[in-house]
């Protein structure tokens, strides 16, 4: 994972419940969640099994980004999961491959924030 990078992730429960972050370091990040060292609704609802996620360049690309999808219904959410990740496959049980699979498979784009008028 390249130091300056951000990354927008999603993490679900078995049952689905959804959590959607941003974190410097997904590696470290997922491990807290799995382990349940972040406190609140990810670790209540269990939500540790990474299903999505997309690199940003900035922390500003990234909050946009977050802030934009925080916004979307959650069937619309669910779609974004299963377009690249159908099975709901947990990415995070061998981070580092599923890393290089899923950013080959969704052809990472680096997103970049809107300039303002």
Do not use: Q
Not at 39 to 51: D, E, I, M, S
Not at 54 to 80: G, N, Q, V, Y
Not at 93 to 106: C, H, P
């Amino acid at each position: 994972m390249p130091p300056n990078s951000f990354y927008l992730y999603i993490v679900a429960s078995r049952n689905r419940v959804l959590y959607l972050g941003i974190t410097r370091n997904l590696k470290r990040r997922l491990l807290a969640h799995k382990t349940g060292e972040i406190p609140g609704f990810a670790t209540k609802n269990r939500c540790n099994r990474l299903v999505w996620f997309e690199k940003h360049p900035t922390p500003e690309s990234a909050i946009e980004r977050e802030e934009h999808l925080r916004k979307w219904a959650r069937a619309r959410k669910i779609a974004l999961i299963e377009r690249e990740n159908p099975s709901w496959a947990d990415w995070g049980e061998d981070l580092g491959s599923a890393m290089k699979k899923a950013a080959r498979k969704m052809h990472v784009k680096t997103h970049r924030p809107r300039k303002s008028s």
